[in-house]
């Protein structure tokens, strides 16, 4: 047990921890980005389809357009994110690998 007042941390570790959220934050949003992005377009050009034809069923349309435009941006992602990936677990492992280094010493 740690006793109140006795645990701090070490101000290199503090600011090498607070540079390792906003990482993962940045890397977290490139990564969201494709998907993010066509999401938008794809719902911008459903409310126009609605607005120019009203007959339309666009419920049923909106969801089997995003389930074919959610698997064709997976297959063309893939090689992306595989690379995307590799490196994000490289730069993670470096970074755990100092942050416990700082605080061992």
């Given at each position: 047990m740690i006793e109140i007042g006795k645990f701090s941390i070490?101000?290199?570790l503090f600011y090498s921890m607070v540079e390792m959220f906003q990482e993962?934050?940045?890397l977290s949003l490139k990564l969201a980005m494709p998907v993010i992005a066509v999401e938008i377009i794809l719902e911008s050009g459903i409310g126009i389809l609605m607005?120019?034809?009203p007959?339309?069923?666009v419920f049923s349309v909106n969801v089997q357009l995003k389930i074919l435009a959610?698997?064709?941006l997976i297959i063309v992602l893939i090689p992306v994110?595989?690379?995307f990936i590799d490196?994000?677990?490289t730069l993670m492992?470096?970074?755990m690998r100092n942050s416990l280094s700082m605080l061992i010493t």
């Open positions: 070490p101000h290199n993962i934050l940045i607005k120019a034809i007959q339309i069923q959610g698997l064709m994110f595989a690379t490196k994000t677990i492992f470096d970074t």
